[in-house]
Every structure is written in structure tokens, then in C-alpha cells.
């Protein structure tokens, strides 16, 4: 039987220093080169979550952005994008710039990303956007406002803030209709919330079913720790929360392993893979 071992990245393959420990890549490529299939899903895009898990031996495309992309690593290409309806994308980009709303508005052509924003008008955004440009090099650029830069090339939107600003947000995207977001507590900060907008085609659940037909999955074991990673566990056969997730997922789990600060995945695979 063909299985597949997927895991999220913040909070459940990641240290609370956001990195993959030396014993998790150890234990990973061990049980990869004994024939494991291991990737990832993860809000994140190419240009952070590639260069973090870089010491790991991948061998299978990953999810980006909660299910917008699927990525094959080794050939550096995007295999699956959902786009935003120009309509949907306008919609949003005229809601952020009615509420001042800041954050970032992503964009993929010819299979690179493009990241866009107005203003860093907070620390937490700051530090988003300095994180993510001198650790990983991310295309950003300033915009002037939303509207104006929004194009049929937009896929997928997304803010920190606090919850209230947010949840105005999300109430306005939902009488755009038909879009998709997650909109969850940011784990490395307990006053900061995340809210992601995106293509209702898109979504972890969407992601991992495509990737059981694109490589002949037969069973799919999945690891988390986050309510975004609900989604992914509906679409798994096994569904693993590392000890530090939220109850809400540990609720769902069929089994509870080690937390991400004791390399929960890495061993939960090594110990189990035959």
C-alpha cells in the first residue's frame, strides 16, 4: 500500500523558534530513505517553507498557503493553482482599502510569487514582513493600495491584527461570498490573530485529495496542531495532533503524540514506519 505522512509546519513539525531541529531532520531522512513519503502543508508559501525545511529530503510536492498551491520542491514548480475570480479579488482588495485594513496580497505568475502591501503599521506586521525578507529573501513590494494593484493573477490574502479589526474583516468578506479563509490565533503571539482569504476551491482538505490522485496515495496519515489543519484531517485516514495542539483538533485526533518541542512528528514516523 502506497501511504503518505503529511504534516503542518508551524507548531507541529516546527520548534517554538520556528525551525526544524537537527534530530528532526535526522529521524525524517531516515525513515525517507527507508521509503517514507513525507511532505508538508502549511499556510506559508514557497519562499519561507522551502528554505526552512531545506535539510529535509522531501519527495513529494507540498501545500501552500492552506491548499492554494501544490509545489514539487525538486522541480521548483507550481503543479496546482487556485486563483482568485478577478471579480472575488477586486471585491476584497476594495474591502481592505474601505477599512484601512493592511496585509499582504499575493500573486503567482509564471511560477513566481509576488507578495504586495500598503503599509507595515504595526509591530506584528513589521515583523511578518522583516522575518520573512532577511530570513528567506521574500519578493515583497509596496503598493499604493490594493485596489489599484489587484489583477487576475491574485490568490490568496492575508492579515494580522487584532481580532476586533479582523473580524470586521471577515464579515465583509463574507457577504462578498464565495471565498474561503481561515481565521485562527496566531501561536506565537496570543494577541494577534490571522485572518486568510482565498479561492473557495482552495483548502488543506482540497490539497491532500488532489495529491492522493496526482501520486496514487492509497492511505494518507496527517499531523497538526492548529484549527486550520481541521480541514486536512477530515481529508486523512489517520489523524495525528502533536501534544501542544489546540483541544479542538486533539478532539478529532485518532492518536496524541509528543509535542513539537520534543520532535513529536520525526519520532511518531520513525518509530512507526516500517
Known sequence: ?????????????????QLVTEETVRLLNESIAKGAFFTFATARTAASAVKITEGININVPCILMNGVSVYDIARKKYVKNEYLPAEKSAAVAELLDS?????????????????????????????FYRRRKDRYDKPFAQIKSFSDSCTDEVMYFTMLDRYEKLDAVRKGAEKIGGLKYEFYRDIYSENVWYLEIFSDRASKYNGVKFLREYCGFEHITCFGDNLNDIPMFRASDVKLAVGNAKPELKELADEIILPNTENGVAVWLSENYI
Open 99 to 127: 477599512l484601512g485594513q493592511s496585509g499582504f496580497m499575493y500573486k503567482i505568475s509564471e511560477d513566481k510569487l509576488s507578495c504586495e502591501y500598503t503599509t507595515l503599521d504595526s509591530p506584528e506586521i513589521y515583523e
Open 1 to 17: 500500500m502506497k501511504r503518505l505522512y503529511i504534516c503542518d509546519l508551524d507548531g507541529t513539525l516546527l520548534s517554538p523558534e
